[in-house]
């Protein structure tokens, strides 16, 4: 079974400073996604960012980007000039590709506050 | 373009009762997954259906029951409600081609 650990449950960062969320998986695959979720007190979840395992080239979403170390199995998130509108709930999420595995496993999220 | 659309948003049930959360996409997606988040725990998957027809139990399956009523629609079925099913529950579907889940707005559920 996949798990997706993220070790940071609250994390705080002034406002246009950069920041950096933790995560790790575990998985037996070769072949997977990652992704990271922002979940605003909206409640609505609104994905950030994914990385392809294949890709070595760390994904990047203007000032979102990803630290992806495969044989870490580590998927770290950093945004950079950090903004009010990024104070959320953020999700470290795990997918395996292909074959009849649809699901998608989450971490337990980290809260980031974005202080003025 | 409405994408996923959860109903009810807001429900309060006695223990005991019963009731059913629905979800409807029009994104053409196949497959569509109920989570449920709870404070310190993530979202963690109860039922998903990767086609019509299909449903698999997912990690925290016990007290429900889903349907998978056609392409766009996939219900989640409380048949006796308990307080430990307080939570928000998350409707989410994702066509097999891509791999972004888009998720409901979430149904806020309590349960006294």
């Known amino acids: 079974a996949q798990t997706v650990t993220q070790s940071q449950p609250e994390m705080s960062v002034q406002e246009a400073e950069t920041v950096t969320l933790s995560c790790t998986y575990d998985?037996?695959?070769?072949?997977?996604?990652l992704f990271w979720y922002k979940q605003p007190p909206s409640r609505q979840m609104i994905l950030v960012i994914r990385?392809?395992?294949?890709?070595?080239q760390n994904a990047t979403e203007n000032r979102f980007s990803v630290n992806f170390q495969k044989a870490a199995k580590s998927f770290s998130l950093k945004i950079s000039d950090s903004q009010l509108g990024d104070t959320a709930m953020y999700f470290c999420?795990?997918?395996?590709?292909?074959?009849?595995?649809?699901?998608?496993?989450f971490g337990k999220g980290t809260l980031l506050t974005v202080n003025p | 373009n409405a994408g996923v659309t959860q109903t009810p948003k807001f429900q309060v049930l006695k223990t005991g009762q019963s009731m059913t959360l629905q979800c409807a996409q029009d994104?053409?997606?196949?497959?569509m997954y109920w989570y449920r988040q709870d404070p310190g725990m993530g979202l963690r998957l109860i039922y998903y259906?990767?086609?019509?027809?299909?449903?698999d139990k997912g990690e925290v399956p016990n007290g429900y029951n889903v349907s998978r009523l056609n392409k766009r629609e996939f219900s989640l079925r409380l048949e006796s409600a308990a307080p430990s099913q307080t939570s928000v529950y998350f409707c989410?579907?994702?066509?097999?081609?891509?791999?972004?889940?888009?998720f409901g707005q979430g149904t806020r559920l309590t349960v006294v």
């Open positions: 999420a795990f997918m395996i590709s292909g074959g009849s595995n649809y699901k998608l496993t």
């Open positions: 989410a579907s994702r066509v097999r081609a891509l791999t972004e889940a888009f």
């Open positions: 994104m053409n997606h196949n497959s």
């Open positions: 998985t037996s695959e070769n072949n997977y996604y």
């Open positions: 990385q392809e395992a294949y890709k070595q």
């Open positions: 259906s990767a086609s019509e027809g299909t449903t």
